[in-house]
């Protein structure tokens, strides 16, 4: 499918997890060892915050991650406190630089790994759930980005879980009535600059991996002389679909059906339970 990863700690460099890491962003790319997919080079996209008033920037393109000279560069180039990466590997819907993670509407980000099911069945209901405000800011394709559009209308600059559950829930309801079982799996992520919210969940309770990273103010106690942590700082947080380093203590399984909220250096975890809005 895809694989996705996103951070908030001290300001450090994209490269640091897109590339230089042992099982980097670019190395899933092309050797997943999580993914339901081994290859990911259905295009790619980083979307990061600069300073607080800012809207986010993205950069977006349709060819494979390994591939694009230009992204080693820019990743060297860009330091950000809080930024998302994504891999995609396409399903349902065209390679193009419009279909590409991270989404963006006003500060929000949004990316997406997993599919709904017989999505082209669905895709006219699903869309004619979306408000009509926000309709015009609609690019691509993808039933990722449908996700997205509904979760807006259900709140997501409010309430940003109870949003995605009720946008998991319009998606299961809308399945139901066309007679198509277990709808949607999906681990996603939608940010703010503030704050990072994260779900893994899927409706036969099967969802594509994710993990987060463990208290890294534990870690550089127990690894005192790695600089990689010094570097992050100690409120740093990662969540991600597969881990970047094989290092013991540093990830940790997000369970079926939660829901992950980082802000401020606090990480809050709940229950990931679909209703109606």
Request: hydrophobic share 40%; charged share 25%.
């Amino acid at each position: 499918m895809c694989r996705w990863l996103a951070y908030t700690g001290n300001p450090i460099q994209l490269e640091a997890v897109l590339f230089r890491a042992r099982h980097s962003l670019i190395d899933q790319s092309l050797h997943s060892r999580l993914g339901a997919t081994t290859t990911n080079g259905d295009g790619f996209g980083v979307g990061w915050y600069g300073e607080p008033d800012e809207l986010p920037f993205r950069y977006r393109c349709a060819q494979p991650a390994w591939s694009d000279r230009n992204l080693r560069d820019a990743a060297r180039a860009v330091r950000s406190r809080v930024f998302v990466a994504h891999i995609r590997s396409a399903t349902d819907t065209p390679s193009q630089e419009t279909n590409c993670h991270p989404f963006r509407y006003g500060r929000w980000l949004f990316v997406h790994n997993g599919l709904i099911r017989d999505y082209p069945r669905l895709r006219r209901d699903l869309m004619l759930g979306i408000n009509p405000d926000l309709f015009a800011s609609i690019e691509g394709s993808t039933d990722s980005e449908v996700m997205f559009y509904l979760a807006l209308t259900f709140g997501l600059e409010i309430e940003p879980v109870q949003a995605l559950e009720r946008m998991a829930c319009f998606v299961e309801e809308t399945a139901d009535k066309h007679g198509v079982s277990e709808p949607l799996n999906m681990t996603v992520c939608a940010m703010d600059g503030e704050q990072i919210v994260a779900a893994r969940y899927s409706s036969e309770r099967n969802s594509r991996s994710l993990y987060h990273s463990t208290s890294i103010r534990h870690l550089m106690e127990l690894y005192p002389d790695d600089p990689r942590f010094a570097a992050v700082g100690s409120d740093a947080f990662l969540v991600l679909s597969e881990p970047l380093l094989d290092l013991e203590g540093l990830w940790q399984e997000v369970p079926e059906s939660v829901a992950i909220v980082a802000k401020r250096g606090r990480i809050e975890g709940r229950i990931f339970n679909p209703r109606r809005a």
